[in-house]
């Protein structure tokens, strides 16, 4: 019997309200029923494409423009009057329904993970320089694990109840695929049925694209140096009613003074950042958060493991690349669910 991913009515509520990729195949729009909005929002660029009238474009930009102040006000780690700050500050214990919701579906993750997703990783972020600050030479791993779990918070009637007020989360791992849900809401509201959101590489896709077909996401070959979105793909997948996204840990790391690579995926039971052979994890599933959250417990769990954790998971599909193994010819080693098989493309 597969398992049901325990986030199914968070899901649906985000679509009523409602790494690396990019889009291929789309860039000039063959129909002139399509229209195109760029721009830049919650530090990312964002595109959208949309079956509509051209009149149309100033009310999409708005809707996404709205929606980014919304998730800045609400969720941004990055600004320090954002009600998370508040909270990480122990300023205010209310939350509105965006950190409920995102508490809520992250709690579902961090359950099948076995406690290798976890939101509450902020004082492990800062400390590495994951958070907009420079990086402690010697941080105090162990310290800074006292106040690390998911099950020390809750929330009451929109109250977050800490076990320690220290306690601080970091929804980077999650913020980007929420919006584009959001955004996507705000698309549906308009009663457009054709449509892509993309929001720095977390995707939701409706409908048909400008040529008729399913929408095309090419997926970056992850080696380190491929810093360039779309310029080396490794593979194409075509999908449409489904959202998408891509974790990765060969863009985002730094080297330390010892000259290790310090990545951005950090394992919130050891407090160190993630040592894997998983280089790259695409998850499809049925909102862009769901993807968004399941692409970095992937990574935080390594390639067997994902493998284990993803396989059964309903309405979820992955990509994943991996080291390859030792002795190899290969340059990577590959794995995806069966379903996804039919989507893909070299």
């Known amino acids: 019997m597969n398992r049901v991913l325990n986030m199914s009515r968070v899901g649906r509520w985000v679509l009523v309200l409602m790494a690396a990729v990019s889009m291929i195949g789309c860039a000039q729009p063959a129909s002139d029923e399509y229209v195109r909005v760029e721009g830049f929002g919650i530090g990312t660029t964002y595109r959208i494409i949309a079956r509509t009238t051209t009149d149309r474009v100033p009310e999409i930009r708005e809707a996404a423009d709205r929606t980014f102040a919304e998730m800045t006000a609400s969720m941004s780690i990055f600004d320090s009057t954002s009600l998370l700050s508040r909270i990480n500050r122990g300023e205010t214990d209310s939350v509105d329904m965006h950190i409920s919701q995102m508490i809520a579906l992250a709690r579902g993750v961090n359950s099948i993970s076995e406690g290798m997703y976890d939101v509450t990783v902020a004082p492990l972020t800062k400390a590495y320089g994951f958070a907009g600050g420079k990086a402690q030479h010697e941080p105090n791993i162990d310290s800074l694990l006292e106040f ?199």
């Open 148 to 346: 690390v779990g998911m099950d020390k918070i809750r929330v009451e009637e929109y109250r977050i109840v800490k076990d320690d007020e220290r306690i601080q989360l970091d929804f980077n791992s999650i913020a980007k695929g929420y919006t584009v849900d959001c955004i996507a809401s705000e698309i549906e509201r308009m009663e457009i049925a054709d449509y892509m959101v993309e929001v720095g590489g977390e995707i939701v896709c409706r409908g048909r694209n400008p040529r008729g077909s399913e929408w095309r996401v090419a997926v970056d070959s992850p080696y380190d140096g491929n810093m360039n979105p779309g310029e080396n793909c490794q593979v194409i997948i075509s999908l449409t009613d489904r959202a998408l996204a891509t974790s990765g840990n060969y863009r985002r790391f730094y080297i330390d003074d010892a000259g290790r690579k310090i990545a951005h995926t950090i394992n919130p039971l050891t407090g160190e950042s993630a040592v894997t052979d998983l280089l790259s994890a695409t998850v499809v599933a049925p909102t862009a958060a769901e993807a968004d959250a399941l692409g970095t417990m992937c990574m935080a769990l390594g390639f067997e493991r994902a493998i284990q954790t993803i396989t059964g998971l309903d309405g979820v599909d992955a990509y994943l690349i991996g080291v390859a193994d030792e002795g190899s010819q290969e340059e990577f080693k590959v794995w995806y669910t069966p379903a996804m098989e039919s989507m893909i493309s070299e």
